[in-house]
């Protein structure tokens, strides 16, 4: 099964007049507006982005469609998901401003969202789909989800402030939507919407859709997404919504934002960074060397994170949770201890959403360029299947692993 062609025909006429219209967005281009050009850069399913340059800048402009653009009108989606995207980068760019772009105008009526243009900066899963390795984007991205999440949580948060953000995005229940069906139920059942590599990989699904075990840790995970408050998630949080240059990054495609378990943005990259690894390994044996920098990312990614989750939480603890008052003295170990038991249980969550995220990544609606983009369907296959043993073992039984380390020595014997 396909996907169905977005019939979205950019006015990019209509575009550029919207931008003539803000004053600060004509001077940030420079110059007349027929010194202007617009050129579509977005490869996503969702929405349309363009890159829009003038004699003094550029702009990157995100117009949303009143429907899933990779689907077309067949699969309505409300236009007004660039608003949540809005307030998730003001809000995580108030915690993590190197890694997010500025948001520079929203549009609520014409549904289109500006934002700067990352210059310089490519779609991370293009380079990785091309052999790249970026060294430095382990540390930028681990302290983005650290700051990200601590700073929207309760331990950072004063319940008061914590409720009111929560509120500013309950109402974004249709992209949620998406990930409830997608995520955790859809490639569970034959769905007109699932696709994967048939008919190498057949029985693989047939299998995994009569798993029970598998079906229960799945819609465990499913009741954490659900009713999980605990931190603003970015919430689709994959190598395909950052950009990376050389020495910097910026995390993109807010659209799904929404608060929920921190265990899900962990456990997507991861699950992406992961994909990544067994993509590699169908391309052939050159790419061992980005396999190996894959897995050490991963560690580095989650380790990384640990350690500046934990330093934010020892000097930044100035929310309702977890009181430091309570502490003091000889409490002060206890709540050390208590730190470390919370990032353990953080961390088999995040194995469990990563095991999810790579099920429906292989045999759901958004499969990734990794996979689909290795032409060979024996040897796409292969590296699914082996990804899919993986996530199963994840998803169902987190707990067998202890550390970043267990996790990468599974993936080299799966």
Not at 133 to 153: E, I, K, M, N
Not at 180 to 200: A, I, Q
Not at 304 to 320: M, P
Not at 367 to 396: C, G, K, N, Q, Y
Request: overall charge negative; some cysteine.
């Amino acid at each position: 099964m396909t996907a169905s062609v977005s019939v979205v025909e950019p006015d990019i006429t209509k575009l550029l007049d919207h931008l003539a219209r803000q004053p600060a967005l004509a001077r940030r281009l420079g110059g007349a507006r027929d010194q202007w050009s617009a050129r579509e850069i977005g490869d996503g399913n969702v929405n349309l982005v363009f890159a829009v340059h003038g004699p003094a800048g550029a702009v990157c402009v995100k117009q949303a469609p009143p429907y899933v653009r990779a689907a077309g009108p067949s699969w309505p989606l409300t236009p007004q998901r660039v608003l949540f995207e809005h307030r998730a980068l003001v809000e995580h760019r108030r915690h993590a401003g190197p890694y997010v772009p500025e948001p520079l105008h929203v549009d609520p009526k014409e549904h289109l969202l500006t934002v700067e243009y990352l210059e310089g900066h490519t779609v991370m899963r293009g380079g990785l789909t091309a052999g790249a390795c970026y060294p430095h984007f382990a540390g930028q991205v681990a302290r983005y989800l650290a700051r990200t999440l601590f700073f929207t949580s309760d331990l950072a948060l004063p319940a008061g402030r914590k409720r009111e953000l929560v509120s500013l995005f309950e109402a974004n229940t249709a992209m949620c939507q998406i990930m409830e069906d997608m995520v955790f139920t859809e490639v569970f059942l034959p769905h007109p919407r699932n696709r994967w590599t048939s008919p190498e990989l057949d029985e693989d699904v047939e299998r995994l859709q009569r798993d029970t075990e598998l079906k229960l840790a799945v819609s465990r995970l499913k009741q954490r997404y659900l009713t999980s408050r605990d931190a603003l998630l970015h919430g689709d949080l994959h190598t395909g919504s950052i950009m990376v240059s050389e020495d910097s990054l910026g995390v993109i495609d807010q659209e799904f934002a929404c608060y929920g378990p921190m265990g899900f943005d962990l456990g997507t990259l991861l699950a992406h960074l992961l994909i990544a690894y067994f993509a590699a390994g169908a391309r052939g044996p050159d790419r061992a060397g980005q396999q190996g920098w894959l897995l050490s990312t991963v560690e580095q990614v989650w380790d990384g994170f640990r350690t500046h989750f934990t330093e934010l939480w020892r000097h930044h603890a100035d929310g309702d949770g977890y009181p430091p008052a309570l502490f003091t003295g000889a409490a002060t170990a206890a709540l050390e201890a208590e730190r470390q038991r919370y990032l353990d249980e953080l961390f088999t969550e995040t194995l469990g959403f990563c095991g999810a995220e790579i099920i429906r990544r292989v045999v759901g609606f958004a499969r990734p360029a990794d996979f689909t983009t290795v032409t060979d369907p024996a040897h796409r296959a292969a590296a699914e299947r082996r990804s899919l043993a993986l996530a199963r073992a994840l998803t169902a039984a987190p707990t067998a692993y202890r550390s970043a380390a267990d996790l990468t020595a599974a993936a080299r014997n799966s």
